[in-house]
C-alpha cells in the first residue's frame, strides 16, 4: 500500500512545474498532512562530532527548506538534523523561472535558483520561535549585488548565532555568478579568517560556540582540494560538508534537459561527490568531521559515502523522486545494515573504502 501512494503521489506531482510541486511540499508539510515517518532511534547509528550530538547520521540538505518554514516538521520525517537556506542579508527573488528541471530518467534535478530567499530578518524570525529540541544547521551565503561578499557571510554569523545549531558558508553554489572564486586560495584565506573571527566574538558575548562548516563543489581540481584542505586546517574550521551540485553532465539518458543551466544534482552526482569526498578525507586527515552529500537515495549509498570518509550523509534531490518517508528508511535501512556488518557503532565502517574511492578519477 506504501509504495501504492508514493507511486500515486509522484505522478500527481510529476504533473506540476517541479517548483510548484516544491512549493506544496512545504504547504503539506505546515497544515500537518505529511505523517510522521521517522526511524526507531537505534543507539549503533548516534553520531557525536563537533560537539554535536547527532541521532542518526541522515540530514537534511540546504535548499529545500531555504526559509526556515518547517524544520521541526523536517525533524518528524526521520532525519538526524536539518540545514536550512541557503539565507542571505537581504531578500532576493533569484534567477528567472523555469530555473527547476527534473531528469525523470536519470533521477536527477537541475536548478539554478540562485539563492532565491527571503533574507535574514523572517527566517531568524522563524527560528527564534521553535521549541521543539533538534539540530538545525543555517546554511549562509552572499546576495548576487553584494559589494563585499565576505561581510554577507559574517552578517549570517551574527544574526543567526542565538539560533543556529551549526553554519554552513555555502561558496559552491554555481547559480549565483562568481561565487565558486571565493574557492580559491586567497580568497578563502580571508573568507574563513573573517567567519571564525565573527564566531569567536559572538562566542564571547553568549558563551556559545557554534560550529562552523564550509560546503564545497564536486568540481575541483586537486589542486583545488589541496588549497581548500590546507586553508580549512590551518583556519581549524570545525569540518567540510561535500558537496554541492556538479556542472558535468556526464553520462545523462536525458539530453534534452541536460542542455539546462545550473547545478545537476541527485543519483548521477553519486559518484563523483563520493570520489571527492575520499579524496578530501585523505588530504584532511581523520579528525576533522565531513558531511558526505549527493546522490544519497539509500542506505546502501548512505553507508557508502560513509565508508568513504563521511561522518554524516545529507540527500535531498533524491526525495523528490523517493517521497517524504526516504529518510526513515534509509535510517532503518542503516540499522539492517549494521546488524549484517555485526558492528557497535556505524563510526566502525568509515573510511573503510576511501582508498578505493580516492583513486577514481574525475
Given at each position: 500500500m506504501?509504495?501504492?501512494?508514493k507511486?500515486?503521489?509522484r505522478?500527481g506531482?510529476?504533473?506540476?512545474?517541479p517548483e510548484a510541486?516544491?512549493?506544496m511540499?512545504?504547504t503539506a508539510?505546515?497544515t500537518?498532512?505529511?505523517?510522521?515517518?521517522?526511524?526507531?532511534?537505534d543507539p549503533?547509528?548516534r553520531?557525536?562530532?563537533?560537539?554535536?550530538d547527532f541521532?542518526?547520521?541522515?540530514?537534511?540538505?540546504?535548499g529545500?527548506?531555504?526559509?526556515?518554514?518547517?524544520p521541526e516538521?523536517l525533524?518528524k520525517?526521520?532525519f538526524g538534523?536539518v540545514?536550512?537556506g541557503?539565507?542571505?542579508p537581504k531578500?532576493?527573488?533569484g534567477?528567472?523561472?523555469p530555473?527547476?528541471?527534473r531528469l525523470?530518467?536519470?533521477?536527477?534535478?537541475?536548478?539554478?535558483?540562485?539563492?532565491?530567499n527571503?533574507?535574514?530578518d523572517?527566517?531568524?524570525?522563524?527560528?527564534?520561535?521553535?521549541r521543539?529540541?533538534?539540530?538545525?544547521?543555517v546554511n549562509?551565503?552572499?546576495?548576487?549585488?553584494?559589494?563585499d561578499?565576505?561581510?554577507?557571510?559574517v552578517?549570517?554569523?551574527?544574526?543567526?548565532n542565538s539560533?543556529?545549531?551549526y553554519?554552513t558558508a555555502?561558496i559552491?553554489?554555481?547559480?549565483?555568478?562568481g561565487l565558486?572564486?571565493?574557492q580559491?586560495?586567497e580568497s578563502?584565506?580571508?573568507?574563513?579568517?573573517a567567519v571564525?573571527?565573527a564566531r569567536n566574538?559572538?562566542?564571547?558575548?553568549s558563551?556559545?560556540?557554534?560550529?562552523v562548516?564550509l560546503k564545497?563543489a564536486?568540481d575541483?581540481?586537486?589542486e583545488?582540494?589541496d588549497?581548500?584542505?590546507a586553508?580549512?586546517?590551518?583556519?581549524?574550521?570545525?569540518?567540510l560538508i561535500?558537496?554541492?551540485?556538479t556542472?558535468?553532465?556526464?553520462d545523462?539518458i536525458?539530453?534534452?534537459?541536460?542542455?539546462e543551466a545550473?547545478g545537476?544534482s541527485g543519483?548521477p552526482l553519486?559518484?563523483r561527490?563520493?570520489?571527492?569526498?575520499?579524496?578530501m578525507r585523505?588530504?584532511?586527515?581523520?579528525?576533522?568531521?565531513i558531511?558526505g552529500?549527493?546522490?544519497?537515495s539509500?542506505?546502501?549509498?548512505?553507508?557508502?559515502?560513509i565508508?568513504a570518509?563521511?561522518?554524516?550523509v545529507?540527500?535531498?534531490s533524491?526525495?523528490?523522486?523517493?517521497?517524504?518517508?526516504?529518510?526513515?528508511?534509509?535510517v532503518?535501512g542503516?540499522?539492517?545494515?549494521?546488524?549484517?556488518e555485526?558492528?557497535n557503532?556505524?563510526r566502525?565502517?568509515?573510511d573503510?573504502?576511501v582508498?578505493?574511492w580516492a583513486a577514481a578519477?574525475l
Amino acid at each position: 500500500m506504501m509504495g501504492f501512494l508514493k507511486s500515486a503521489t509522484r505522478r500527481g506531482l510529476f504533473l506540476l512545474d517541479p517548483e510548484a510541486a516544491h512549493g506544496m511540499s512545504i504547504t503539506a508539510l505546515k497544515t500537518g498532512l505529511v505523517p510522521s515517518c521517522a526511524a526507531r532511534p537505534d543507539p549503533r547509528l548516534r553520531v557525536n562530532l563537533a560537539g554535536l550530538d547527532f541521532p542518526n547520521p541522515v540530514g537534511l540538505a540546504a535548499g529545500y527548506d531555504k526559509n526556515a518554514e518547517v524544520p521541526e516538521a523536517l525533524l518528524k520525517l526521520g532525519f538526524g538534523h536539518v540545514e536550512v537556506g541557503t539565507l542571505t542579508p537581504k531578500a532576493q527573488a533569484g534567477n528567472p523561472k523555469p530555473r527547476l528541471f527534473r531528469l525523470v530518467e536519470d533521477e536527477a534535478v537541475i536548478n539554478r535558483f540562485g539563492f532565491n530567499n527571503e533574507g535574514h530578518d523572517p527566517a531568524f524570525a522563524r527560528l527564534s520561535g521553535i521549541r521543539r529540541s533538534g539540530i538545525i544547521g543555517v546554511n549562509i551565503g552572499a546576495n548576487k549585488d553584494s559589494v563585499d561578499r565576505i561581510a554577507d557571510y559574517v552578517a549570517g554569523i551574527r544574526r543567526f548565532n542565538s539560533v543556529a545549531t551549526y553554519f554552513t558558508a555555502n561558496i559552491s553554489s554555481p547559480n549565483t555568478p562568481g561565487l565558486r572564486d571565493l574557492q580559491a586560495r586567497e580568497s578563502l584565506a580571508a573568507l574563513l579568517s573573517a567567519v571564525i573571527a565573527a564566531r569567536n566574538e559572538e562566542a564571547q558575548k553568549s558563551g556559545r560556540k557554534v560550529p562552523v562548516f564550509l560546503k564545497i563543489a564536486p568540481d575541483l581540481t586537486e589542486e583545488g582540494m589541496d588549497d581548500i584542505a590546507a586553508e580549512v586546517l590551518a583556519h581549524q574550521l570545525d569540518g567540510l560538508i561535500v558537496s554541492n551540485t556538479t556542472l558535468s553532465r556526464d553520462d545523462l539518458i536525458d539530453q534534452a534537459q541536460a542542455g539546462e543551466a545550473g547545478g545537476l544534482s541527485g543519483k548521477p552526482l553519486f559518484a563523483r561527490s563520493t570520489a571527492v569526498l575520499a579524496k578530501m578525507r585523505q588530504k584532511v586527515g581523520k579528525e576533522l568531521p565531513i558531511i558526505g552529500v549527493g546522490g544519497v537515495s539509500s542506505a546502501d549509498t548512505a553507508l557508502e559515502k560513509i565508508r568513504a570518509g563521511a561522518d554524516l550523509v545529507q540527500l535531498y534531490s533524491c526525495m523528490v523522486y523517493e517521497g517524504p518517508a526516504l529518510a526513515g528508511r534509509v535510517v532503518s535501512g542503516l540499522s539492517k545494515l549494521l546488524d549484517r556488518e555485526q558492528v557497535n557503532s556505524v563510526r566502525d565502517l568509515r573510511d573503510s573504502r576511501v582508498d578505493h574511492w580516492a583513486a577514481a578519477k574525475l
